[in-house]
């Protein structure tokens, strides 16, 4: 079974007033579980509103929709489906408000309804999980913490729901080079531990042309490409019909095959690292 | 996320009045206010008649029609501006049906009683106040928020002489204005996260709900400050000083509209106290005298 299913999904903001804009138009794609898949594309091209649907807090009204099997424009299912995908907005830490690291993580499992050894069992799971020491983070004020550990408490906040899927929303953004590769170690460790089917919203091709395993690129609130990275990124044309750029692998593969090099297309660093290593055997011998 | 929040009432327009300089609104908004107060509501001691008083607040209608016809601004905007007050007008009208003790007793239950110039009176009030609050909703309707507060800042420079801080109030009121939308599109995004982590703020009773408000509340102020923070930096880097005197962007400069505006309703305000002290109850007596009064 699919984890998430979408078919012909439209949306438009401010529908039959002067302000009526179309942010998605006929949007149709498949995740798989276990998958990690990537919505890319620029700002305004309907990422968000893309999300948004998957957990119900936009209500679809065009389209139709399952996301675990379950119907997403039955009403009944709202509740459940919160819970099932957990969803990491853009600059989660933003969202904190306890006074306690622990009450924050808290939150979410309480909203479930779950007894409090089950809250706690879960709170103390998600704080270690998100690699911060429960005896020394749980009773300090989210507010006293840095901005990496901020927004580990906020990831904490989601997966303490112990959701089915999870979709984050440019973790990334904002971190140094550093934090960005925590943030990414975390997600492959959230993935391959807690959650295995993950959703990620970017606008850095590098990172999702590591992680993914399938993309779709939005450009004005249509699908452009559907495949995975290698598919999405030998589009010749991909730079022009997204505005987005080429991974930075790939950008120099295509470089060097204009100087006339026979080599492969790649993705990722790795795959021109050793790219680069077989042309350079073959010129040896 | 929620692009179709128009921001206050602001309705864009190219009309005549939207043309007007904010000052002249600011104070005709005023005069028509004075004048809507001095048409007599009361029965008074040297006027018996209980009508006494329906002629000007038919010449304030006519204003009133004469100035939304100029704004161009729908009839459902300004409407909208008296459903919020609705309320209170009508325990106002009920509380002075009832208390009034003038006139003749037309029905009465115990302590409550209704006398004829009661219903007069009701009348009055409710036309006072409905054209009160149609008449204020013009100046929001057909001026941007911006030249109000700027506006406003050129009407009150005369109290810098007594170390009113006028600029800096104007300053603080064209801030909070301006960071409305932002702080809006802030909490939309709050309750979105909050809400996908479980939240609802439509469940429960009223205490429920006043909790359930928190979690947004508080990333809400943290955020406020973070962006206090950050503007006061960004006004301290281009060497903002409230001190000194500043020249503005946009001169505002009243015109030939502000002059006819001008004589227009102060010609309105001198007909109603006309009406009041000179005229007595003539023009009351000749077009409501034959079917209303004795």
């Keep these: ?285 | 996320m929620f692009k179709d929040i128009s921001f206050g009432q602001y309705y864009p327009s190219n009309s005549f009045v939207h043309k007007l300089d904010a000052r002249t609104k600011l104070l005709l908004t005023i005069v028509f206010i004075v004048a809507l107060f001095f048409i007599p509501s009361n029965v008074s001691n040297r006027i018996e008649q209980a009508w006494y008083g329906y002629f000007g607040y038919m010449m304030t209608f006519a204003v009133l029609l004469t100035i939304i016809i100029l704004a161009r601004v729908p009839i459902a905007s300004i409407l909208k501006s008296i459903k919020g007050v609705l309320l209170i007008i009508v325990i106002m009208a009920v509380i002075n049906l009832f208390v009034s003790n003038q006139g003749e007793v037309l029905w009465a239950w115990r302590r409550l009683h209704i006398t004829d110039a009661a219903i007069h009176t009701t009348i009055k009030l409710i036309l006072r106040l409905v054209m009160l609050i149609i008449g204020a909703s013009i100046l929001p309707l057909t001026t941007t928020p911006v030249a109000l507060s700027d506006g406003l800042e050129s009407l009150l420079k005369p109290l810098k002489v007594i170390r009113v801080p006028v600029h800096d109030m104007a300053m603080i009121l064209s801030i909070a204005l301006r960071f409305i939308p932002t702080l809006f599109e802030e909490t939309q995004k709050i309750i979105a996260t909050q809400k996908a982590r479980g939240a609802s703020f439509d469940t429960g009773n009223i205490f429920k709900r006043a909790k359930a408000l928190i979690p947004i509340l508080i990333p809400l102020f943290v955020s406020s400050f973070r962006r206090a923070d950050e503007l006061a930096f960004a006004m301290d880097s281009r060497c903002y000083n409230a001190t000194s005197k500043r020249t503005k962007y946009r001169v505002s400069k009243m015109g030939w509209r502000d002059a006819l505006a001008f004589i227009f309703m102060n010609a309105y305000l001198v007909a109603v106290l006309m009406d009041r002290y000179y005229w007595v109850f003539e023009m009351d007596r000749i077009i409501f005298g034959g079917w209303l009064g004795k």
Aim: with cysteine.
């Design chain 1, 1 to 285: 079974m699919s984890a998430i299913e979408i078919k012909n999904l439209t949306y438009t903001y401010s529908k039959k007033t002067p302000f009526e804009q179309t942010a998605l138009k006929d949007v149709s794609f498949v995740v798989e579980e276990g998958e990690t898949f990537g919505i890319i594309g620029e700002t305004g091209s309907g990422k968000s509103t893309l999300i948004q649907h998957l957990n119900g807090l936009i209500r679809m009204k065009d389209g139709e929709g399952t996301v675990l099997g379950k119907d997403i424009k039955d009403k009944k299912n709202l509740k459940q489906l919160r819970f099932d995908v957990g969803m990491v907005f853009q600059y989660p830490e933003y969202q904190l408000f306890a006074d306690t690291v622990e009450q924050d993580v808290a939150f979410g499992p309480k909203n479930m309804g779950l007894q409090k050894v089950e809250i706690d069992r879960r709170v103390r799971k998600a704080i270690e999980l998100v690699g911060l020491n429960y005896d020394r983070f749980a009773q300090r004020s989210p507010f006293e913490l840095s901005g990496g550990e901020k927004r580990r408490v906020a990831i904490a906040g989601v997966i303490a729901m112990e959701p089915k899927i999870l979709v984050l929303d440019e973790p990334t953004a904002g971190l140094d080079p550093q934090g960005r590769e925590d943030i990414l170690a975390l997600i492959r460790k959230l993935k391959e531990e807690v959650c295995p089917t993950i959703i990620i919203v970017t606008h850095n091709m590098d990172e999702i042309a590591k992680e993914a395993d399938h993309i779709i690129a939005l450009f004005k609130g249509e699908i452009v490409y559907n495949g995975t990275p290698l598919e999405v990124f030998s589009h010749e044309d991909f730079k022009e019909k997204t505005r987005l750029e080429f991974p930075t692998a790939t950008y120099i593969a295509n470089e060097i095959r204009k100087q006339g090099v026979d080599i492969k297309q790649v993705v990722t660093s790795e795959e021109l690292v050793s790219e680069l290593a077989r042309i350079k055997e073959g010129k040896n011998v």
